[in-house]
């Protein structure tokens, strides 16, 4: 069974940093990219970041751009999201996704949630 | 960026008739256009991937058709756990996917 486990969600201050985990088991991980998705309270679904397989090509949202990187460990099974210079419309629920190798997403995780507030 | 518009953002329909939901590109994303299902509480899921393509487990009832900029999911005869938030997605461009909106399906 494929299962996706976020965390690292919290209250943060803005401008103050905090590092997202997803851990995944249950498929291959190394053999599909890897996304993460947001949604701000009330509101719709945005793709944040995206990277292949290898870390060999990587994406990121113009709204993150230059503030987040995504990263992943095939060793452990893990993908990551360090968000710097967080900012008050970056609070939102978080959530890890599997790519499928043709671009959508067939798995989600639960989200961690992320709050930035003084 | 690609930019993704659906309409209408809320759709009423009644148990038992269909339901249309649209989703529109900003330019053209060839076949490459899920739609996605959620409901409160719940991680979104995958309907329909490739535009038209069922995925595992999704009934019968729930459609794809377009392609290039113009898209449709239609749900043919509704029933009370289908009122939930639709989303479309393009990947059509790796690595900047995009959302729509949403579409809210409620029960009239």
């Known amino acids: 069974e494929v299962q996706l486990v976020e965390s690292g969600g919290g209250l943060v201050q803005p401008g103050r940093s905090l590092r997202l985990s997803c851990a995944a088991s249950?498929?291959?991980?190394?053999?599909?990219?890897m996304h993460w998705v947001r949604q701000a309270p009330g509101k719709g679904l945005e793709w944040v970041s995206g990277?292949?397989?290898?870390?060999?090509?990587?994406g990121y949202a113009d709204s993150v751009k230059g503030r987040f990187t995504i990263s992943r460990d095939n060793a452990k099974n893990s993908l990551y999201l360090q968000m710097n210079s967080l900012r008050a419309e970056d609070t939102a629920l978080y959530y890890c996704a599997k790519d499928n190798e043709s671009g959508m997403f067939d798995y989600w995780g639960q989200g961690t949630l992320v709050t930035v507030s003084s | 960026e690609i930019v993704m518009t659906q309409s209408p953002a809320t759709l009423s329909v009644s148990p038992g008739e269909r339901a249309t939901l649209s989703c529109r590109a900003s330019q053209s994303v060839s076949s490459n256009l899920a739609w996605y299902q959620q409901k409160p509480g719940q991680a979104p899921r995958l309907l329909i991937y490739?535009?038209?393509t069922r995925a595992t487990g999704i009934p019968a009832r729930f459609s794809g058709s377009g392609s290039g900029t113009e898209f449709t999911l239609t749900i043919s005869s509704l029933q009370s756990e289908d009122f939930a938030v639709y989303y479309c997605q393009q990947y059509n461009n790796w690595p900047q996917y995009t959302f729509g909106q949403g579409t809210k399906l409620e029960i009239k």
């Open positions: 249950g498929f291959t991980f190394d053999d599909y990219a």
């Open positions: 990277i292949s397989w290898n870390s060999g090509s990587i």
């Open positions: 490739g535009a038209s």
